[in-house]
């Protein structure tokens, strides 16, 4: 069995230099590395959620327009009137594809071919499986309404987040680490599914 913690440790001790980058990170991954080990990916209630500040974190993570965002509970889903909200097709973005083109170029022209394989390594063996058999256990009703792609793009959204903290946090670029920091506290409690096309500058996100 991967020791997670002692590999992300390993990793972290390794590759980052700053002290204070190195232990946040550890402190945003932990919930995460948890809920991997634990089977079970337990997101808060709806009404616990503060929308506005889950908005704003969106906003920072993505480099975007999040002027609200809109509650789905996993036990009940999409409601039948909303049912076109189960593909991908109808969201003019998700947190995978706008970390693509807002972040992705960014972060390649900094990020060595030797760090960029160790992060995939460490990211794939750590964190993939464990994180998406959490999602399943905790949310199959919620994730099986869902098409491939969007699904896909669902439960990708923390591990993408994850990796771009490390990436950041490995070449010290403390600017772009801070912008992730307000969407890693809100993951483990909820989890942005995207902006449909009919509700811009809305983003719909998933809890409890």
């Not at 948890?34 to 990916?41: D, K």
């Not at 993570?61 to 049912?83: C, H, L, M, Y």
């Not at 994730?143 to 591990?159: C, K, N, R, S």
């Not at 680490?177 to 719909?204: N, S």
């Amino acid at each position: 069995m991967v020791k997670v913690r002692e590999q992300l440790y390993d990793f972290i001790k390794a590759r980052v230099r700053d002290r204070i980058l190195a232990q946040r990170s550890l402190q945003l991954l932990e919930p995460l590395v948890t809920y991997g080990e634990n089977g079970s990916y337990p997101l808060n209630p709806s009404a616990s959620l503060d929308t506005s500040a889950v908005a704003r974190a969106i906003a920072r993570a993505g480099r975007t327009v999040a002027n609200q965002v809109r509650v789905i509970p996993s036990r009940s889903g999409f409601a039948e009137e909303e049912s076109h909200l189960r593909a991908e097709q109808a969201y003019v973005m998700h947190l995978p594809l706008i970390f693509w083109k807002n972040r992705k170029e960014e972060l390649d022209r900094s990020l060595p071919e030797d760090l960029r394989k160790e992060l995939d390594d460490l990211v794939s063996s750590c964190l993939v499986d464990r994180l998406l058999y959490a999602l399943q256990q905790s949310h199959d009703s919620f994730i099986g309404q869902l098409d491939l792609p969007l699904m896909a793009a669902v439960w990708t959204t923390p591990l993408i987040a994850a990796y771009y903290l490390l990436a950041y946090a490995a070449i010290g670029d403390r600017r772009s680490f801070g912008e992730l920091v307000p969407l890693m506290e809100i993951l483990p409690r909820a989890i942005p599914i995207g902006e449909p096309w009919k509700e811009l500058e809305t983003w719909l996100v998933l809890a409890a």
